[in-house]
């Protein structure tokens, strides 16, 4: 082992290992960590809410899952996660910081041309819905819930309607399908018979009062 002196010794073994196997940022949130720090603090957080929700699934697609950051959260919860996204830089970036430890299958895939082939347990899609004209979004349900099993859970998140006012003017420009959560509710009732609805204000999920909400999350069930 490496001379790290006296201080902390019982963390040594940590400090040889992350010496070996440095981990790295991605392309956004590399960016994130740059620009707004705390912004990580808020991603990890709704990513931990998938993680507990889908806790035990077998195998579970991630629909836009960028550089792949918070997909590791996931993974430490379920049997195994395909991501995918439109973007190839970012799925390069993705592939770069995997860790052996959480490994995942990604790929590019544009949900606007077709289903994820295969079967999955679950499907989750974060920040991804708000970046979808409005006439396309049910082609893109359409293709995002074609390959979720029968019995699977749906959880889709994105930023509230009303949060756009205080949203930066890099984030408004690709923000063009924002929701007030009643019709986001009524939105996602069409692809299921259940729909169970959250509110993110930064890193706290609640289900308090919506309209004050800067983020939604839907956990859907029962597949129509």
């Not at 957080?45 to 959260?73: I, N, S």
Request: proline share 4%; hydrophobic share 40%.
């Amino acid at each position: 082992m490496s001379d790290w002196g006296t201080g902390e010794r019982h963390y040594r073994e940590a400090f040889d290992l992350i010496t070996h196997q440095p981990q790295k940022l991605g392309l956004m949130s590399g960016w994130s960590w740059y620009d707004d720090p705390k912004r990580l603090g808020f991603l990890l957080a709704r990513y931990k809410f998938v993680a507990k929700m889908l806790a035990g699934q077998d195998h579970v697609l991630e629909v836009g899952c960028g550089d792949g950051f918070g997909t590791r959260v996931v993974a430490q919860t379920v049997g195994r996660i395909t991501a995918v996204d439109f973007d190839a830089e970012l799925i390069n970036s993705a592939k770069e910081i995997m860790s052996d430890r959480w490994p995942f299958e990604c790929y590019v895939h544009d949900m606007m041309q077709g289903p994820v082939p295969g079967e999955f347990a679950a499907v989750y899609s974060l920040d991804v819905l708000e970046h979808i004209l409005p006439d396309q979004e049910s082609k893109f349900l359409n293709h995002l819930t074609a390959s979720l099993l029968p019995q699977g859970v749906a959880i889709i998140g994105m930023p509230s309607l009303q949060s756009q006012s205080h949203a930066s003017a890099h984030s408004r420009i690709g923000h063009v399908n924002c929701k007030d959560q009643s019709d986001f509710k009524q939105v996602m009732l069409k692809w299921f018979h259940q729909v169970f609805m959250f509110s993110m204000n930064d890193e706290v999920v609640h289900t308090g009062f919506h309209p004050m909400s800067h983020y939604n999350l839907c956990v859907c069930c029962g597949k129509k």
